[in-house]
């Protein structure tokens, strides 16, 4: 499986590329300061963080980066992983530690980087995250068929307006409650996202093993947690755990009238979270 407030529109900064681990990623960066990386939701790209690159570049050096295969990121037939590539990009950069930020899928990396290289993550802020190793609940599997239904995978606009309602509208809401300029920009960003899982399946993608979802009590570190009111209970009760099983982690309360892509839906509220949290 796989917005009723406009978002400020930012035009995308000249795109710029670095080789890591044998891909050429891009990224923005922007600002100076303690370093925050931004790692977008399985659905979009470094696009949906337009809210939040220049409120947050105001005190922090900031990086949006596409993950490997997604936006204007390339896919080497090598095998790789996800977290090695943030650690990667870090490394070519020059930076010691940085805060991760992470929606959805980019949360689940997010994560799986702070268990994997604890000395390179300062902070996670996990917004609608997802968690390695988690699975959906049959609640969710049967809103999946009722929302999305069946549709043919290699129909990408239908499938992006599948998952678009059902991650970006959510399932208590209806498209009519949504800004449609959003709903457009989110089927954009998925139409390319479902081209990058087609290229991904036939590469190795290395999964934390064991899986993150039982090993949330070894985290260290300064974690915020947060999902969309609107979005499914799963992503709440994820929310919800990460909290109760991290020590001291931050569990800020379902973000009114938003879903999964809260950071793009809500900006005002993320980019709050994010400067009483960030150090």
């Given at each position: 499986m796989r917005l009723r407030s406009r978002c400020p529109v930012r035009s995308l900064l000249v795109v710029t590329k670095i080789d890591i681990n044998g891909a050429s990623l891009a990224y923005d960066d922007l600002g100076s300061g303690s370093a925050v990386v931004?790692?977008?939701?399985?659905?979009?790209?470094?696009?949906?963080?337009?809210?939040q690159v220049a409120t947050l570049a105001e005190r922090h050096r900031v990086i949006a980066l596409?993950?490997?295969?997604?936006?204007?990121?390339?896919?080497?037939?090598?095998p790789f992983a996800h977290h090695a590539d943030v650690v990667g990009l870090l490394d070519a950069?020059?930076?010691?530690?940085?805060?991760l930020v992470g929606c959805s899928f980019g949360g689940a990396v997010a994560i799986d980087t702070a268990l994997t290289h604890p000395a390179r993550v300062s902070a996670l802020a996990l917004f609608g995250t997802a968690v390695s190793g988690n699975e959906w609940s049959?609640?969710?599997?049967?809103?999946?068929?009722?929302?999305?239904?069946?549709?043919?995978?290699?129909?990408?606009a239908a499938s992006a307006a599948g998952?678009?309602?059902?991650?970006?509208?959510?399932?208590?809401?209806?498209?009519?409650?949504?800004?449609?300029?959003?709903?457009a920009f989110a089927e954009e960003m998925d139409q390319r996202a479902l081209a990058a899982e087609v290229a991904l399946s036939a590469v190795e993608v290395e999964e934390l093993d064991p899986p993150a979802i039982g090993q949330l009590g070894e985290l260290r570190l300064p974690v915020l947690a947060t999902a969309g009111a609107a979005d499914i209970r799963d992503i709440a009760r994820l929310a919800d755990r990460i909290a109760a099983e991290v020590p001291g982690a931050v569990r800020l309360p379902d973000?009114?009238?938003?879903?999964?892509?809260?950071?793009?839906?809500?900006?005002?509220?993320?980019?709050?979270a994010l400067r009483d949290f960030l150090p």
């Open positions: 931004l790692l977008h939701a399985g659905i979009a790209d470094r696009r949906m963080w337009r809210g596409d993950l490997r295969g997604y936006g204007d990121s390339e896919l080497p037939p090598a950069l020059g930076i010691d530690r940085a805060a049959e609640e969710t599997e049967q809103l999946w068929e009722e929302l999305v239904g069946e549709v043919d995978p290699e129909d990408f998952e678009v309602r059902f991650w970006v509208v959510g399932p208590a809401r209806e498209p009519g409650d949504v800004d449609p300029e959003l709903i973000v009114p009238d938003a879903a999964h892509l809260l950071p793009l839906e809500r900006p005002e509220a993320v980019n709050a």
